[in-house]
């Protein structure tokens, strides 16, 4: 099935850093989710997008809605140990009758102390 | 709420057998949907129901894998007969009707096929 583009595909940062991630796709999305996924768990959601250009705060955690609605980006600052985990976007399509959501490859983040 | 609850949470069997992974969604949810997801492939979505009923089922990949619903707070997802390839961590999630509503993932199943 259709997944969308992640980048990067991983990234090894030190604590304290900022990381910056995105995701990119042929189709247009209603909503923009991005969701965590610890070790052994299910992935989790972070952050929500309703609308094109949209910019939404959740702590230390920051996603826009790209003005296309064919992109978003999450900013995670001064990263701490328990980021660690693979971060997924995922594009939302919904008609009404269904709701159907698309997931981006996944970032893996590592932090180093 | 207790979330999806999903069982076994590991599950080893031999090539052949029969397998069948179960699902609790969290009540009130209309939408379930099974992923599986493997290093090389990510989350695939495999089947996805909606008020019990199968609306998608494209991404099942062979006749070997079945899914149920037989009312709103439970679906099994089995495999008959599995096969080493089979092996992944298989995940429920259900949903809310409507736009903006994410999913809410269960723990998952991690399925090894020897």
């Known amino acids: 099935g259709q997944q969308l583009n992640q980048s990067p595909q991983s990234m090894f940062i030190q604590e304290g850093e900022d990381v910056s991630m995105n995701c990119t796709s042929s189709?247009?999305?209603?909503?923009w989710l991005w969701y965590k996924q610890d070790p052994g768990e299910g992935p989790v959601l972070l952050i929500a997008?309703?609308?094109?250009?949209e910019l939404t705060s959740n702590g230390r955690l920051t996603a826009q809605f790209g003005i296309t609605r064919k992109d978003s980006f999450l900013n995670i600052s001064a990263s701490i140990p328990s980021d660690v985990g693979i971060y997924f976007c995922?594009?939302?399509?919904?008609?009404?009758?269904?709701?159907?959501?698309?997931f981006g490859t996944g970032t893996r983040l590592q932090v180093t102390l | 709420d207790a979330g999806v609850i999903q069982s076994p949470r590991h599950e080893v069997t031999e090539m052949g057998q029969e397998v069948t992974l179960r699902c609790k969604p969290i009540?009130?949810?209309?939408?379930l949907f099974w992923y599986r997801q493997t290093m090389m492939r990510g989350l695939e979505l495999l089947i996805y129901?909606?008020?019990?009923?199968?609306?998608?089922d494209s991404g099942m990949p062979e006749d070997r894998f079945s899914a149920k619903m037989p009312n709103a707070s439970f679906s099994t997802l089995k495999i008959q007969p599995s096969e080493p390839r089979d092996s992944a961590v298989y995940f429920c999630?259900?949903?809310?009707?409507?736009?903006?509503?994410?999913?809410?993932f269960g723990s998952g199943t991690r399925l090894t096929v020897v």
């Open positions: 999630a259900s949903s809310l009707l409507g736009q903006g509503h994410g999913y809410t």
């Open positions: 995922a594009g939302q399509t919904y008609t009404g009758t269904a709701s159907k959501l698309t």
């Open positions: 129901f909606n008020n019990n009923v199968p609306i998608d």
């Open positions: 189709s247009i999305f209603n909503t």
């Open positions: 009540s009130g949810h209309d939408y």
């Open positions: 997008l309703y609308k094109a250009g």
